[in-house]
C-alpha cells in the first residue's frame, strides 16, 4: 500500500519558530520582573551600612530605582541588574562583588553586599513551571 504524505502533515517551521519566540520572549520578560523585583525589595532603607553579605541599605532609594531588566531579542536572554549611576562607575559591581578600587590617593576596600545574585537564586525554581504550557 502508497501512502500519499502532504504538506500540510508536516509542522510550518517559520509558525513554531514564531510561536518559540514569543514564548520565550513573555516567559523571560516574566523572570526578569520577578528577579528585579526581589532584588528591589532586598535593599531595605536605614541608616549606616549593611553587615558583609547582607543586601546593601538603601539611602535615598536610587539603588532601587536602578534596577532594570531588558530581552535582548537577538541573544534571546534577559539582562537583569542595575545600572551605573554615571558613566564609568563602579558603585553596582563594588556592591556585588566586592573589591577595590581607588578614589585620588586612596585605595578603598569593598566586601561583598550581595543582592542581584541571592534574588536571581531565590526565583530559579519559578523558571521551569513558567515555561510548562507557554508555547501555544
Known amino acids: ?13 517559520a509558525k513554531v519558530k514564531g510561536a518559540m519566540d514569543a514564548a520565550t520572549q513573555k516567559v523571560l520578560s516574566k523572570f526578569g520582573a520577578f528577579v528585579r523585583q526581589r532584588a528591589r525589595s ?28 531588558g530581552y535582548d531579542v537577538d541573544r534571546q536572554t534577559v539582562v537583569i541588574g542595575p545600572m551605573p549611576l554615571r558613566q564609568g562607575s563602579e558603585a553596582p559591581r563594588l556592591l556585588e562583588f566586592g573589591g577595590m578600587a581607588r578614589r585620588g590617593q586612596k585605595t578603598l576596600h569593598y566586601r561583598a553586599r550581595p543582592f542581584m545574585g541571592p534574588a536571581l537564586e531565590a526565583e530559579r525554581s519559578k523558571l521551569p513551571p513558567m515555561w510548562a504550557g507557554s508555547v501555544k
Open 42 to 69: 532586598s535593599i531595605r532603607q536605614a541608616r549606616g551600612s549593611s553587615r558583609p553579605g547582607e543586601p546593601p541599605h538603601g539611602h535615598v532609594g536610587l539603588l532601587r530605582r536602578l534596577i532594570l531588566f
Open 1 to 13: 500500500m502508497i501512502t500519499l504524505v502532504t504538506r500540510s502533515m508536516f509542522f510550518d517551521r
